[in-house]
């Protein structure tokens, strides 16, 4: 299952806490910014990541890490929080993450959410140039 190591971008070591983060889906490859939950900052009853997309992904493009033409919300993204209240975590994310299941387990993996404990879901934010803009196919006959 878990064989890719040089497709993901994970910004510190594993370790078997869950963490709370930001997340694309870019090119097949999974890059994710996350913060340990015990370090997660609070706002409301959740714990969030404090790094927004926008930021995190100028800083990728500095380094070369993603394309400088590439928009940071062109690409199908999402974020994990946790719930303090209701324990559980949600990871919100763009139809087309939340439509592949492959994409969905390793950032579960990337992130060590325990799978009964969270939850997934749509988030109206989270919808990239091809759920935004769909492209119309003149020659499309299914
Ligand atoms: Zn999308």
Redesign the pocket.
């Not at 763009?94 to 993450?97: F, P, R, T, W």
């Not at 989270?126 to 935004?132: A, G, H, K, S, V």
């Given at each position: 299952m878990l064989k890719s190591k040089e497709s993901e971008t994970v910004n510190s070591p594993t370790t078997p806490e869950p963490k709370v983060g930001i997340f694309w889906l870019f090119r097949d490859r999974i890059i994710v910014d996350s913060t340990p939950l015990s370090k997660a900052e609070p706002y409301g009853n959740a714990l969030g990541h404090t790094t927004s997309h926008i930021d995190f992904w100028t800083r990728q493009q500095h380094t070369g890490a993603v394309p400088r033409e590439v928009e940071y919300e062109e690409q199908?993204r999402g974020r994990v929080v946790y719930d303090r209240r209701e324990e559980r975590f949600h990871l919100l994310a763009?139809?087309?993450?939340l439509g592949r299941r492959d994409v969905v387990g390793r950032l579960m993996a990337v992130m060590n959410l325990p799978p009964d404990k969270t939850s997934e879901g749509r988030d109206e934010h989270?919808?990239?140039?091809?759920?935004?803009y769909p492209a119309v196919d003149e020659d499309d006959d299914f």
């Open positions: 199908p763009d139809k087309c993450i989270y919808r990239c140039f091809e759920c935004l």
